[in-house]
Each structure stands twice: as structure tokens, then as C-alpha cells.
């Protein structure tokens, strides 16, 4: 099926630094979403993007729609330990209810 | 509101048992959708129902069936489990409109000997 490229695939970083993450595609989306997932737990949904070149921000995390509509970035500021997790991004080419999924980026925090 | 609530979150199998994994949603949402998810992979749909009365095929449908049971309520069930279905189980569910923000249960971890 398809899939989003979503890169890096994991992530080692020193706390306080920042974090930048990205998913492309060949394909247009209308919906670009960014969801994290805790060890144990389901995803959650951190942001979710509508329009192409739209910015979005939550606390340290920003997202954007890329211009082109086939891509969308998300950079998280001044990481901190509870962070670690596994990052997702997901887009919506249509109304056809079916969400693509990235296979996702695991952050981890080196002590 | 509890928001979407799986059972069992565990569960163990002999090859060839069957059993049916529950998901419940009392956000008033209109779609439900079951995923799978197995290790350094993202997730797969494998069935979801638009609104209530109708089911329909994901990425990976084989082995499963649903049952829309009623607005709150969708589950997935294994009528003869294979090892190939061990995995960890997540139910889902959106609101009504274009903007599919998909709302997670915390999962079913399955493993089939």
C-alpha cells in the first residue's frame, strides 16, 4: 500500500537540542497530521495541518504544510527527556476516510 | 469522557483460537478504524467503518472480520489466529467532517503461539 517516506528513522540527541523531522511523498495530501507515541501507549495527536505552507505551533513543537502539498516538516525546540517517543506523521489525500502513515522517527535522549 | 477504551489489553492464543478484541468510543464520532502496529513499522489499517452500519476493507483485511455493532461501539474480530497475527491492536476514531484527526485507544497486545 501506500506509504509516506518518513526520515530520520531514529534520532540520538543531547537534551536542549533541537530536533527536526520530515515526511515526502509522490503524492498530494490535503490533511498533514503529527502524532507521538509513548512506550505502551497509543498514538496522540500533536498537530494537524490543513492548508499547504500553513505553520502551526504547539508549546515547542512547530509543523508545516509543505508548499508543494507532498511534504510536511516538524521541529521540536529545546528537547527535553520526556520527548523521547516515537513520532508519526500521517496525511489524508482525500475523503476516502484513510489516513497514510510514515513508519515514524524514534527520539532518544542521550543521558 | 474516557475517550476510546479497548479490551483486553493483553491477551495470549493457541494457533487456530479464536477471539474478538473490543473497542468502545464515547466521543459521539461518526468513524471507527482498527490498525495494526508490529515492530519499527507504522501502522496498517485493517478495517474501518465510516459511520455506523458500514465496514470496509483496509491495507491488510485478511483473517479479520468487524462488526459496527453501533455508533460507540467497533470490534475486530480473529476467527482462526495465526503467529502472523501477533501484533499490537489499536482502535480509532474520528469526527464527522473533512478533517480526519484520529483519536487513539491505548491498545491490544496480542500474541499468538
Known amino acids: 500500500g501506500q506509504q509516506l517516506n518518513q526520515s530520520p528513522q531514529s534520532m540520538f540527541i543531547q537534551e536542549g537540542e533541537d530536533v527536526s523531522m520530515n515526511c515526502t511523498s509522490s503524492?498530494?495530501?490535503?490533511?498533514w497530521l503529527w502524532y507521538k507515541q509513548d512506550p505502551g501507549e497509543g498514538p496522540v495527536l500533536l498537530i494537524a495541518l490543513y492548508k499547504a505552507g500553513e505553520l502551526t505551533s504547539n508549546g515547542r513543537l512547530t509543523a508545516q504544510f509543505g508548499i508543494t502539498r507532498k511534504d510536511s516538516f516538524l521541529n521540536i525546540s529545546a528537547s527535553i527527556p520526556s520527548d523521547v517517543g516515537i513520532y508519526f506523521c500521517a496525511g489524508l489525500m482525500d475523503s476516502n476516510y484513510q489516513l497514510i502513515w510514515g513508519a515514524g522517527t524514534k527520539l532518544i535522549i542521550k543521558p | 469522557n474516557a475517550g476510546v477504551t479497548q479490551t483486553p489489553k493483553f491477551q495470549v492464543l493457541k494457533t487456530g483460537q479464536s477471539m474478538t478484541l473490543q473497542c468502545a468510543q464515547d466521543m459521539n464520532h461518526n468513524s471507527m478504524y482498527w490498525y495494526r502496529q508490529d515492530p519499527g513499522m507504522g501502522l496498517r489499517l485493517i478495517y474501518y467503518?465510516?459511520?455506523?452500519?458500514?465496514?470496509d476493507k483496509g491495507e491488510v483485511p485478511n483473517g479479520y472480520n468487524v462488526s459496527r455493532l453501533n455508533k460507540r461501539e467497533f470490534s475486530l474480530r480473529l476467527e482462526s489466529a495465526a503467529p502472523s497475527q501477533t501484533s499490537v491492536y489499536f482502535c480509532?476514531?474520528?469526527?464527522?467532517?473533512?478533517?480526519?484527526?484520529?483519536?487513539f485507544g491505548p491498545g491490544t497486545r496480542l500474541t499468538v503461539l
Open positions: 480509532a476514531s474520528t469526527g464527522r467532517g473533512a478533517y480526519n484527526e484520529q483519536f
Open positions: 467503518s465510516a459511520s455506523e452500519g458500514t465496514t
Open positions: 503524492s498530494i495530501f490535503n490533511t
